[in-house]
């Protein structure tokens, strides 16, 4: 028996040297997946006193394609995580991915798990993100106060100081859970206005302050000059067009036309981007169905704002889409925008696919069945569940009269 140990033991010694020698002796232009199962992920763990970094996707995520081709392939983010963690990626529908989304309760695409050699959750993140973000959550994994799961079993000790609070209210805020609104109201009762001005008490203000009526954005304006000069005004007026871009939206609904321009100059004021004030300027005519000051304040933005900007012009035209597809005139209107984004980039899969909607609404259906046809082809590049609405779009298209 003891023999048998010793053997195993020489053995695993072994292959953690070749792992490494192997990794240290190999270059990578890319996170260094292994394959494998996933009790053979958490023995490599174990070996090298590491994390194991798992990549839980689907063949038909977008977002998921996206990472792969934009921030794994980035040197920063390989080299760290090459360095720090076990990497391996597993479809969350095949083999073993049903058992482990169960597991760890996956239910949206890209999940990353950070776990320890014995399975314990110890870090989560989600969504597509840019690389910055994305190395940030690695580096919250390796430290126990930022990590999520670490932050989980601190909360449920009842053991946590205001900076963890709000480090996991943030945590949970991103991972959309609405449980971290109720720690904010935790914190609000404890934090006194020196706590709030910290930079932990920033990032909880830059994190849940949604309205005016919330008791972060009376603290935010009442020490307006203190945050600007700690983290700049560009910061404080994103949190402002935040919220006046939700009271637009309300007011457009509502056709509050006085209050619905008084926060639009609001928002002018705040340096908010073209694309955002033609978007809710000309939505604000579209859902209110004021057919003429659509079309000239459309007409207005596309022709002297947005010349390069093929994307906001399909988005201003697609809006037509889900309001008013029986009105002749918006149709019109929508095709004449959407021909001129068709024009600049005809190999945009969103704009192709938009073209051909808006063209079989009008009636030009033999060109709407090209484009729509084109747009399937490109969506084979995209993802399987892109395809299928492609699909869906083309059969919709030919059934139009």
């Known amino acids: 028996m003891r023999k048998i140990f010793i053997i195993t033991v020489a053995f695993l010694i072994s292959f ?3 792992q490494k020698e192997e990794r240290k002796n190999s270059t990578y232009d890319d996170i260094n ?40 392939v980035k040197e920063e983010v390989y080299t760290f995580f090459n360095e720090n963690f076990i990497n391996y990626k597993i479809d ?24 320890d050699s014995k399975g314990n959750l110890v870090h989560l993140a989600k969504s597509r993100m840019e690389v910055e973000e ?21 909360y449920q000790s009842g053991t946590m100081n205001l900076n963890q609070l709000a480090s996991y209210a943030i945590q949970l805020n991103k991972l959309g859970s609405r449980d971290g609104g109720k720690i904010v109201d935790e914190i609000l009762k404890k934090a006194d206005s020196q706590w709030m001005k910290s930079e932990i008490g920033w990032d909880l ?31 404080i007026y994103s949190i402002y067009r935040g919220i006046l871009q939700r009271e637009l939206y309300q007011y457009s609904r509502n056709g509050e036309k006085e ?4 926060s639009l100059d609001s928002l002018k004021a705040l340096n908010a981007p073209i694309r955002d004030i033609a978007i809710m300027h000309s939505n604000f005519y579209l859902q209110n169905l004021d057919v003429e000051s659509y079309i000239e304040t459309s007409d207005m933005y596309v022709d002297q704002y947005l010349q390069q900007d093929e994307e906001t012009i399909a988005f201003i035209a697609r809006s037509v889409l889900n309001y008013h597809t029986e009105d002749k005139a918006l149709m019109q209107q929508a095709a004449k925008i959407i021909k001129k984004a068709y024009a600049m980039a005809p190999d945009n899969y969103g704009i192709v696919s938009t073209y051909a909607q808006i063209l079989g609404h009008i009636g030009e259906k033999t060109e709407a069945i090209k484009a729509a046809e084109l747009a ?22 030919k059934a139009l009269k």
């Open 16 to 18: 953690s040297c070749k």
């Open 33 to 72: 997946f292994l394959e494998g199962n996933f009790q053979e992920m958490l023995d490599k763990a174990a070996i090298e006193d590491k994390l194991v970094f798992i990549d839980c996707y689907t063949s038909w995520c977008a977002p998921c394609k996206w990472m792969d081709k934009n921030v794994f």
């Open 92 to 115: 969350m529908e095949k083999g073993e991915g049903p058992a482990l989304g169960k597991r760890y309760n996956v239910n949206s695409y890209p999940t990353y798990l950070f776990v």
């Open 134 to 154: 994305f190395i940030q959550e690695a580096k919250n994994a390796l430290n126990p106060e930022k990590a999520f799961g670490k932050l989980t079993e601190k």
């Open 205 to 235: 203000i830059e994190s849940f302050t949604k309205d005016k009526e919330s008791e972060l954005f009376k603290v935010l304006n009442a020490n307006r000059d203190f945050y600007e000069r700690s983290y700049g005004k560009e910061k």
């Open 259 to 262: 209050m619905f321009f008084q």
């Open 376 to 397: 399937v082809a490109m969506a084979d590049t995209i993802s399987s569940k892109v395809k299928d609405r492609a699909l869906k779009n083309l059969e919709e298209i």
